[in-house]
Each structure stands twice: as C-alpha cells, then as structure tokens.
C-alpha cells in the first residue's frame, strides 16, 4: 500500500508538460469547439438585438389622418398606400381631435397608438442651415421617433424638454431657443436621411403652448386648439392580419373624415429569417461538437497507451482502480478547461476588435450590437459546459481500460 497520499495535481501537470505537442493539439480541440459555440451564439444574440432595433425603427403600421391629407411620403400624390417606414407625419394643415383614439383602440388587433402634431416650419439659423420642423408628441405612448434616440433615455421627455433630429445643433442637456421658448435638448436622434433629421420634437402640452404664441402658426393657417392632431400612428399585434386592422379602424369613420394609410410592407419573415439563422448556426455547432467527440477520444485513447507503463507503476504502488479513472478524466478536463477559456476569450476579443475597426459595417451594412455582460457570460459558461462534457466523454472508455489494466503487462508494454 502507498504510505504517503499521492498529489494528483502535480502528477496530472507533470503529464501535461512532458507531451507539449499532443497536449497543445488537444487544447486547439476544445478552444476551436468552444470558439464555434460561443460565437454561433453571440452573432445570433447580436443579430436578434440589430433585427429588433431595426423592427422598432419601421415605424407604424397604420396611420390615421384626415381625409384632406395628401400621402406624399413615395410615389403618387393619390396612393393609398405608403412603401417606406411611418416614422413621423408629414407636415399638414389638416387636423382632427385626439379623441378618435378612443374607438381606435378598442379595434382587435391594435397593440399601440399614439398621436402627432405638426406646429409649423421655422427658418431658425441658430438650430440648422434648412427649415425647421415642429411636432408635437406624446412621449409615454410614442414608439416611432424614440427609438431613433442615439442613446435611450431613462425617462420620457419632461415639460420643456425636447427630442432633436440629428442635423439639428446642441448637445444633450443643453438650451435651444423656439421664438420666444427655451427647451432643454433631452435626447438626439439617429440619422434617418429624412426630414425627421430637420425636426424638434415637443411633448404635446408644449407644443399647444407654443402654437398659441404670435407668429408660429402662420395667419393664413388653421389655428391649433389644445386636443387637435394631425395623425394617429398605429401599431398592429403581432400576428394579426393588417388588412383586416385597417378595415376595421376605418370602419367607425366617414371616408370624408378621416383615412387609414397602410405601411406596404410586412415585418413577419425578417423575424421568421432570424429563427431561421439561430437553427443554421445550432445545426453547424452540433456538426463540429459531433465530429470533434471522437477526434478527442482518439487524442485521450492515445495519451493512456502512451502512459501505460506510469499507470502501471502507480497500480503497482497500491493506487486504486477509481484513482486511475479519475487522473485520466482529470487530464482531460484541465486540458478542456483550458481550451474552452482560450476559445470563448479570442472569440469575444476578435468580435470586439473587428466591431471597432468597422469590419461588420463594411462587410454587412451593420454594426453588430454587444450583448449584455449577463447574456455575454451566459454564453460563455455554457460553451465551457459543452467542451468539459465532451471531455468527459470522450476519455470515459481510455480511462475505464486505464483503470482495468494489469500492473505487469502495463509496466512491460514499453519494452515489447
């Protein structure tokens, strides 16, 4: 019987370190494996995260206006459809009150609505070299300019805070100048090459304030009575049948009073593409992880051939079948360790690296969006998890024949 407890560590690193070669193969495996996991999943998480913003940037899928409303948005002035994004109304004199939300809402199949006013169109130098536009909107309700926001706010917009079209001057925090109003700038948009860029936006309550001062709304125009809007914009259920939406919005309405114009254009396959994404992805990791399994059964059946006569020593010694088992296991494990650690880093550095030289914004006309910290090592544990279980299984049978071998043939495999 061994008189002093072995230290399995040391025997497990002395391993390690007298087969550099094979070792450091080993160790590609698991890092390549672990690579392939980590990344299939963090492009996919960065895609649904780039897939969902853009969602949210289409805008509205109805909107309601008054009849008189001419839809100049793309193509004919008398289409009664709009092709491109309902992001923001276009400025009109054509008004209705804000209480048709009323019947709009109990429509089945509207998940969200909210209203805009377009003020009017000032020559403000100070602000930007091209006319200004003034709208009102209703911050709690509103799911079309927000998300345009560069950096999300924690808040909706508060009295006398306004949101700013990119190409409209000022910083965050700071005060722009309306004739005869100050406002605080609380959030600025993203470019969206349209007028939305050339437009500040009021919450509704400043915006009647300040339709109601001399000369905002010229003479010639309607004057502006608190409750009026130009547009309700709609959000449809997912799922729901669009069609079937505007007809039932309309409904309620004389065609003489009000019009549903309908985005010409459907977000259900780019969502049925992401799923579709995830699965290609799942399906080649599985393809690697299966054709990894036996490579590293073969690299683990080769290591215990090549330590026969050391496991005979230490079964010679008084070490036990169980022990044996487990030094095989355990060298497989660190070895798995190591590599998954190895792959999951160089992936997230790599993805980091080519995101800040703009690789995927050449490359795919995007900028691939991090994941959460959380979600980050969420991945990351998991493709450990997936290179330490095959690890595991792939040395199960080298280690059972370790374990059963005779002291004898073992000690004398190297001299045959």
């Known amino acids: 019987m061994m008189k002093q407890k ?8 002395a391993g390690i370190r007298n087969k550099p070669g094979r070792n450091l193969a080993t160790v590609f495996c698991f890092a390549f494996i672990a690579a392939n996991i980590f990344s299939a999943q963090f492009l996919f998480a960065g895609t ?8 949210s940037r ?26 491109i994004a309902i992001v923001k109304v276009e400025p009109s004199l054509f008004r209705f009150n804000a209480n048709i939300m009323e019947k709009i809402g109990k429509v089945p199949g509207v998940s969200n609505m909210s209203p805009q006013l377009y003020v009017a169109t000032l020559d403000l130098p100070s602000l930007s070299p091209a006319p200004v ?10 799911f079309t300019i927000q998300p345009w926001l560069q950096t999300p706010m924690k808040n909706p917009p508060g009295p006398g805070e306004v949101i700013i079209g990119s190409e409209i001057s000022g910083e965050v925090s700071t005060q722009i100048t309306v004739p005869g109003h100050s406002y605080t700038i609380a959030g600025r948009l993203d470019p969206t090459q349209s007028t939305v860029d050339h437009t500040v936006f009021l919450r509704l309550d400043d915006a009647y304030t300040l339709a109601a001062s001399e000369g905002i ?12 809007v130009n547009a309700v914009l709609v959000q449809v259920k997912h799922g729901a049948d669009t069609d079937m939406v505007k007809s039932r919005i309309q409904q309620p309405f004389s065609y003489s009073y009000v019009k549903v114009i309908q985005r010409h254009f459907a977000l259900d396959p780019v969502s049925q593409e992401v799923q579709g994404l995830s699965s290609l992805l799942n399906m080649i990791s599985m ?3 299966i054709a990894a399994v036996p490579l590293i059964a073969l690299i683990a059946a080769m290591v215990a051939y090549e330590r026969q006569r050391e496991i005979g020593l230490l079964k010679s010694m008084g070490a036990k079948r169980n022990v044996i088992f487990f030094l095989v296991i355990a060298e497989s494990l660190i070895l798995a360790v190591i590599g998954g650690t190895v792959g999951v880093g160089a992936s997230l550095v790599g993805f980091f690296l080519l995101n800040t030289k703009g690789f995927f914004n050449s490359a795919f006309q995007v900028s691939l969006r991090m ?8 991945m990351a544990v998991m493709a450990l998890s997936v290179v330490i279980a095959i690890g595991s299984i792939a040395s199960l049978y080298p280690a059972y024949r370790c374990s ?13």
Not at 48 to 55: A, L, P, S, Y
Not at 371 to 378: H, L, R, V
């Open 217 to 228: 709304v010229p003479p010639s125009a309607p004057r502006i009575s608190p409750g009026d």
């Open 58 to 83: 289409m805008g509205a899928d109805h909107l309601v206006v008054a009849s008189q409303y001419t839809a100049h948005l793309r193509g004919s002035e008398n289409a009664p459809e709009n092709t």
């Open 404 to 416: 059963m071998m005779n002291p004898y043939d073992a000690i004398r495999s190297e001299e045959q």
């Open 287 to 289: 393809v690697v992880v």
């Open 133 to 142: 536009d003034i709208f009102g909107i209703d911050p709690p309700t509103d």
């Open 371 to 378: 994941p959460a910290n959380a979600e980050i090592g969420y």
């Open 48 to 55: 649904v995260m780039n897939v969902d913003q853009g969602i």
């Open 6 to 13: 072995m230290d399995y560590l040391t025997f497990i690193i």
